[in-house]
């Protein structure tokens, strides 16, 4: 299993951005999806997670701004985030666990800043 992440790039504050993960190979099923994100000198976080029945939940530092949606026909997560702030500054991961493995995208770089 592999995953390619997409999306990112430089923003000012209060613009927008999407992020874009998706999941490769032989995957039967995928249970929770989540998106993490590790700003510099500082430990990784998790930004987002969602189950397989749709149920959200959201680190609170972005709750309100950030959403989190799954697409399992394409094995996707998605987050779009909006109002973005200079400490949403961070390398995004996105992580999936499957089966009780879980696993890595390379993570795409969030810049927030004039």
């Known amino acids: 299993v592999q995953l390619q992440a997409s999306g990112g790039g430089v923003v000012q504050p209060g613009g927008s951005l999407s992020l874009s993960c998706a999941a490769s190979g032989s995957i039967p099923s995928i249970n929770i999806m989540a998106w993490y994100r590790q700003a510099p000198g500082k430990q990784r976080e998790v930004v987002a997670f969602i189950g397989s029945t749709g149920s959200a939940d959201y680190a609170k530092s972005v709750k309100g701004r950030f959403t989190i949606s799954r697409d399992d026909a394409m094995n996707v997560v998605s987050l779009q985030m909006k109002s973005l702030k200079p400490d949403d500054t961070a390398v995004y991961y996105c992580?999936?666990?499957?089966?009780?493995?879980?696993?890595w995208g390379q993570g795409t770089e969030v810049t927030v800043f004039q």
């Open positions: 992580n999936m666990k499957i089966l009780g493995s879980t696993y």
